[in-house]
């Protein structure tokens, strides 16, 4: 009897040791292989790739950038962007002005808004003696003199064919200011005169990370007052051809090759946060007639999208009814309305492009990265362990406050997609980012938390 | 302090082991036969299993015990971010409680009054040093259910036992994530606590065929519960831009009410047993939770919060089955042998599976040994649940990855016949 009660304790204190298996395995770390494949990692392409976010290049979204935190996940040594200083060159440039601030989420002189409305500021360069933008806007004289290529050499403002064409802004379809930044041409010698591809080229690149194609449409889209785009957008035939080329250039480095798609740009909140209806300054709310309707802004028909920059011409009366008092009789200027007509043609572009894009990267068996659907998804509204994300101006997440462009949140994000396109592609497993811990480190690095 | 003494006893700290986040294990003589014993119960333990069993009981009879609960949890993922990266919850370790009381008021009516927790959940991850890779879905959820479960049973043929209680049931909710503010791209934590009380009651039937063969069935109604009083707390750091510090203010209110509903599911089953000898018996049980009834979780704020004061996340659980065989072998007039095996099936879709509850399938081995002596009785059960590895995909949160878990099970009850 007492054996069989020493063989049941017994029993039971045995698996009373069990406790949980954990996997051998906790964290996916780089082989060298893998580290070889970012080990000259490079960039080109246009507004995003670049870093570029609230209307300007500056450091401090740039080391924030998907491509700088793909760089960071690759462990890509010495990785090296053009850094501009604070506040950044961007849309606002010619008139004085970097990047934009969230002054106020909510205008404080106007408390009784039943919907925020929020103070939006462009940093003035006046503020900023140290920063030279004409001359040496970047952060320091070591990346302005950097011996090498920048390993991201992507330029906000520029179509397709520039990438390989454009070695100044002057000589570039785009006339994008930031080409001569970036390129630093003339280059010192053996460089000279060098494209963005043609230096991405002497780097000798092992990953190439390539989204261009956006600002071709845009440029169409977007309003402009200093630097109006007056040329018709790229049509579907010479983008399919310019990227083409394009590719094939990319292709001849022997490099592994990734390329993005372009997003629906009229999802973004640039062009869905100014109603076209007029609103009530105290309330923040639109104002309904006797019969309780919305009014529509004059100039704005039926299913006309309002482009941000709208808001300036309003506050100075444009677009508001004779019988309002701040009417200033005129209708809302046609540059900041998307007519349906219009929205066709972006529409219409980005499929072309698109489907040119898909094509030509099948045929050349390159990896596209389907940054159309992810942004659709985000419009939609979508939530990722936890962050809930729209195309929401400001309180979405995913934009920065341009409305154009992804904030550090949204860069983060779409750096998953590519690294995810990456593992699915080439033979590598690299670790995805962390998304809560490195937004985490963002609060830190702005200043507004002090480490304990 | 007696009263503190007494609370830590009766509420016990909770935790999930059954489907969804319901509790089985109220008695170590049942655990340690994997809770097969709705046929044959016929200590006061009963009251839960199924009460129509008192009636067998004579005079006045007492039965309480404690079980010690250790869970550990794991989860690998999430894939959209690294799927190999792996995060341990917290160690549970919780000693929930049980008391049984019955009486023989006459030949064939039983009273009983029972004292359990039927339902509870406990997991926390990450700390707030080391926050976790899911802070903004869960950090730490507790629910505490304490019923208090009067019944009474009849006897109208010798064979043949019912029963009927109500239960007064009470719960305790604490529900903590991080919050993100994205204009300024901060994190706060918030917190929600309740309790509230519902009604619910249970109901219980016992049949024995040719002596040998017993049958049995319960049914225990769903309970309502409705936390209209919660406080919910909103904690941000304080930056170093004041303007921020109110933007946080205006959008997170420090402190404010929170109220949610909740339905606890309906259960159900039938248990067939059968005595090989006088002194070996098999019960093979077969129990529903009704967890259909879980639906959503919707919190509604008395301000908003974040723009909002309603939060509904959708839960829709599924109605989920447990097969349970327990074996019992009398040694002599002192000393039992017990032993069980129960599969449970996971409450939780797989795209509606989160942290606060990772729950799925699971195996349970229990083994047990019970002592008698005159009127006084002991019995000692451990319980090893396995839970299978659980790879969810395409979950609503984007929060994909392998959950691992398992928990080790110690029971003691005590009971004494007047």
Redesign the interface.
Known sequence: MKIKILIIVGLSLLLASCSLLEPKVKQSTLSANEKLLFSRLMALGDNIIAGYQSAALTEKHQKRSFVALIAQQGETPDFMQPYIGYPGLGSESYAGYGILRLKYLDDPETPNTVNPDPVIVAEPFADYPDFDPAGQPFVSDEVMFWPLPYNNLAVPGIYVDDVYKATTRLRSRSKSGLLDVILRNPLPDPYGYKTAFAQAKLFQPSLILCWVGMYDVLAYAQYNAINPVTEPPTTKKDFATYFAALMDSLKSTQAAVLVGNIPDILDMPYFHTVPGVVIDTVTNTPVKDESGNTIPLVGVEEGDLVLTPARVFIRQGYGLPANFPKSNGQPLPEDVVLDKNEQAVVLDLIEGYNTAIDSICEARKIPVVDMYSFFKEISQGTEIAGFKLSADFITGGFYSLDGVHPSDLGHVLIANEWLRTINDNLPVSVPLINVPEQVSQIAYSDSLLVKP | MLKKVILMLLLPASFLLASGFSIYEQNARAMSMAGAIMARANDPSAIFYNPAGISQLNGWQINMGSTMIHT???F?G?A???????T?AEDGNFFPSNFYLTYALLPKLTLGLGIYSPFGLATNWGSQEQ???????ATKTELTTLAINPVVAYRPLKNLSVAFGVSLLNAWVTLE??V?F??????GSSKLKANTSGFGFNLGVQYTLFDRLHLGAIYRSSTSLNFKDGQAYFTF?T???P??NQ?IA??FPKKTKGQAELTLPASYGIGLAYDFTENLSLEADYLVFAWSSYDQLKITFQEPV??QTETVTPRNYQDSYSLRFGLEYR??EH?T?RAGYLWDQHAVPEEYVEPSLPEGDRHN?T?G?GYRYKQFTVDAA?H?L?QDDREVTNT????DGKY???A?L?ALSFGYAF
């Not at chain 2, 959209?80 to 792996?86: G, Q, S």
């Not at chain 2, 609503?396 to 929060?399: C, G, K, S, T, Y």
Request: hydrophobic share 45%; proline share 7%.
């Open positions: 550990e949890f794991g690998t999430p959209n971010m690294d799927a190999r990266y792996f341990q926050p976790w890779v899911g802070r903004l879905l994530k991080d993100f994205a204009p300024r791209t901060l994190y750091p930056t170093t831009d303007i921020v933007e205006a959008f974040a723009g040694m002599n000393f042998v081995y083994i040994l451990y090893l396995l609503i949160h984007q929060f691992i878990g398992m080790n110690y």
